[in-house]
């Protein structure tokens, strides 16, 4: 953390007004041995050490930090938040549900002006919810297209036609995973959840364009270029040649480059793709790595709050982020340090930046709770179109039911 920031940041404390936290003037006591404790992700908590003695050293409060599974924060911090931990992290597709529980307030405007300053324009979406932001982010998380450079060169990767023509592309359609290829419906102009993701009623796939999707994924069957995978396969066909590109997450790099060699591992981000009459820019979900503040366990102690936003502060600082990008390979939310050199001559860290720097490429997951329905349903449809069950003539009923059911769900 830079000297300036530090000079700042424990300048202020904070009040309490109407459950909001505002800034005031009143100093952290420094002498306080108040106890902050502190939820990292699995495998984190040894990446975190330097940058919480910092904390730990300049604030006067101690920190506790324990593993904690990211997907399971929303759950836990809503069971019993006075038994949670003051700073956690989070996926930001969980924000919209703690901010409606009660769970967690707007940030003080100190912090919320910082964080737009320095963060991306999506990577800044991931942390808002109706128009206030509400976490700190620190990391974008974006598929991306790997593919073997043998088979396949750098042009041909820009189109998907190019790359089903020349060679092979692999995805799952027979049981379709909604988060790999709803996307889709969003590339043709439609939307999820509205604009913004944040309309329980805004779903209109049930259009002309919805249906164009439904049909471009139907006529995969006949696609010479194009192989069902499964995530059992993906790897060993990936591996044996049977396909020679394919779409899957950061998680998915290191076991890409096992299978076929470092060397013949290209990367690159979503091709463009021909649905109906049109050619368009592919999209996937962005997610984006949080930390925020759970104000119940310090029981109103506004010293105790304040450094809890401090410390989430430093744990999303520059230093901090350029520290996380060279552990664990988390892609940073911050424009400076994506400008790093380290960060731009690292390919996929390079590529997933390319992918969410902007709406063109990348949808930010919607926050709302009614996803769950949306995961099955949709994904429902989606298979049974490539399966067969349902009629090219009742395209347009099922995905007006589907943008109605997610409409009415709770």
Same mark, same amino acid.
């Given at each position: 953390?830079?000297?300036?920031?530090?000079?700042?940041?424990?300048?202020?404390?904070?009040?309490?007004?109407?459950?909001?936290?505002?800034?005031?003037?009143?100093?952290?006591?420094?002498?306080?041995?108040?106890?902050? !404790?502190?939820?990292?992700?699995?495998?984190?908590?040894?990446?975190?050490?330097?940058?919480?003695?910092?904390?730990?050293?300049?604030?006067?409060?101690?920190?506790?930090?324990?593993?904690?599974?990211?997907?399971?924060?929303?759950?836990?911090?809503?069971?019993?938040?006075?038994?949670?931990?003051?700073?956690?992290?989070?996926?930001?597709?969980?924000?919209?549900?703690?901010?409606?529980?009660?769970?967690?307030?707007?940030?003080?405007?100190?912090?919320?002006?910082?964080?737009?300053?320095?963060?991306?324009?999506?990577?800044?979406?991931?942390?808002?919810?109706?128009?206030?932001?509400?976490?700190?982010?620190?990391?974008?998380?974006?598929?991306?297209?790997?593919?073997? !450079?043998?088979?396949?060169?750098?042009?041909?990767?820009?189109?998907?036609?190019?790359?089903?023509?020349?060679?092979?592309?692999?995805?799952?359609?027979?049981?379709?995973?909604?988060?790999?290829?709803?996307?889709?419906?969003?590339?043709?102009?439609?939307?999820?959840?509205?604009?913004?993701?944040?309309?329980?009623?805004?779903?209109?796939?049930?259009?002309?364009?919805?249906?164009?999707?439904?049909?471009?994924?139907?006529?995969?069957?006949?696609?010479?270029?194009?192989?069902?995978?499964?995530?059992?396969?993906?790897?060993?066909?990936?591996?044996?040649?049977?396909?020679?590109?394919?779409?899957?997450?950061?998680?998915?790099?290191?076991?890409?480059?096992?299978?076929?060699?470092?060397?013949?591992?290209?990367?690159?981000?979503?091709?463009?793709?021909?649905?109906?009459?049109?050619?368009?820019?592919?999209?996937?979900?962005?997610?984006?790595?949080?930390?925020?503040?759970?104000?119940?366990?310090?029981?109103?102690?506004?010293?105790?709050?304040?450094?809890?936003?401090?410390?989430?502060?430093?744990?999303?600082?520059?230093?901090?982020?350029?520290?996380?990008?060279? !552990?664990?390979?988390?892609?940073?939310?911050?424009?400076?340090?994506?400008?790093?050199?380290?960060?731009?001559?690292?390919?996929?860290?390079?590529?997933?930046?390319?992918?969410?720097?902007?709406?063109?490429?990348?949808?930010?997951?919607?926050?709302?709770?009614?996803?769950?329905?949306?995961?099955?349903?949709?994904?429902?449809?989606?298979?049974?179109?490539?399966?067969?069950?349902?009629?090219?003539?009742?395209?347009?009923?099922?995905?007006?039911?589907?943008?109605?059911?997610?409409?009415?769900?709770?």
């Amino acid at each position: 953390m830079k000297s300036w920031q530090k000079v700042a940041l424990f300048g202020a404390s904070l009040s309490l007004i109407g459950g909001v936290a505002v800034t005031s003037t009143t100093e952290v006591n420094a002498a306080s041995k108040d106890t902050i !404790k502190l939820w990292v992700p699995t495998g984190a908590k040894k990446s975190y050490q330097k940058i919480v003695k910092e904390f730990e050293k300049d604030s006067g409060f101690k920190v506790k930090v324990v593993e904690s599974e990211d997907p399971k924060a929303q759950e836990k911090i809503k069971k019993d938040p006075s038994a949670a931990a003051d700073v956690f992290s989070l996926p930001h597709d969980q924000l919209g549900q703690l901010v409606e529980s009660g769970a967690i307030q707007a940030l003080p405007k100190k912090y919320a002006k910082e964080i737009k300053k320095e963060s991306t324009e999506q990577a800044l979406a991931g942390a808002q919810y109706k128009g206030k932001t509400y976490a700190f982010p620190f990391g974008i998380e974006s598929q991306v297209l790997y593919y073997n !450079k043998e088979k396949l060169s750098e042009e041909q990767v820009k189109s998907y036609e190019s790359i089903t023509d020349n060679a092979t592309f692999g995805a799952n359609l027979k049981e379709v995973n909604a988060y790999h290829i709803a996307p889709l419906f969003m590339s043709v102009g439609n939307t999820l959840f509205g604009k913004d993701g944040e309309d329980v009623k805004g779903t209109n796939w049930g259009n002309e364009a919805g249906v164009s999707v439904l049909k471009w994924i139907a006529s995969q069957k006949d696609n010479k270029g194009f192989v069902n995978v499964d995530a059992n396969n993906t790897m060993s066909k990936f591996g044996d040649g049977s396909i020679a590109a394919f779409e899957s997450g950061p998680w998915d790099y290191e076991t890409a480059k096992e299978s076929i060699g470092e060397d013949k591992l290209g990367i690159a981000a979503y091709p463009t793709i021909k649905i109906g009459d049109k050619d368009v820019q592919q999209k996937a979900f962005l997610g984006v790595k949080l930390y925020a503040v759970n104000q119940a366990p310090a029981k109103g102690n506004a010293e105790r709050i304040a450094a809890s936003y401090q410390l989430a502060s430093y744990l999303t600082s520059e230093d901090s982020q350029e520290n996380q990008f060279e !552990k664990r390979s988390i892609v940073p939310s911050n424009k400076d340090v994506q400008e790093s050199d380290d960060v731009q001559n690292d390919q996929l860290a390079k590529t997933v930046i390319t992918m969410g720097s902007s709406d063109k490429y990348t949808v930010v997951m919607p926050k709302l709770s009614q996803m769950t329905a949306f995961w099955t349903e949709s994904a429902a449809i989606l298979s049974d179109t490539y399966n067969g069950k349902i009629k090219e003539a009742d395209y347009l009923k099922k995905l007006k039911q589907l943008d109605k059911d997610l409409a009415d769900s709770k």
